[in-house]
């Protein structure tokens, strides 16, 4: 009897326990095609980027153009999407490091702590 009770008691404690972690699940998948667009002091720059996530792992290609793109990876956590771009040697890039926050069809933030900003606008679905 005692160990039912113990059993029950695991139980019930497992079941309050599932749906807060899952709560904490993050909602938000940045998988997709976005139009980018980039305002810094000195002016501003528009472009695309591409990315794919995994958990909270998130990889991917960002550019001026679709022929012009370089690595990205960062994460989505907390719902802040963090990247880095990774460019070819002798390239630049606009920035090093952004942080955005937003909706699926909607991301904006800072590009290099307060550099600038930076915006991602899904792009829709081709059929």
Known sequence: MLRAARMLTVVVGLAAVVPMT???????????????????????????????QDGAKVTGMIGPAETDMMPVDGTFDANVLTLETHPRTGRTAAFAKCELKGTRERLTGTIDGDRGTIEFVRKPRQP
């Open 22 to 52: 899952a709560g904490a699940r993050q909602d938000l998948d940045v998988t997709g095609a976005y139009t980018v667009a980039i305002t810094m002091p000195d002016g501003s720059r528009t472009g695309l980027a591409i990315l794919s």
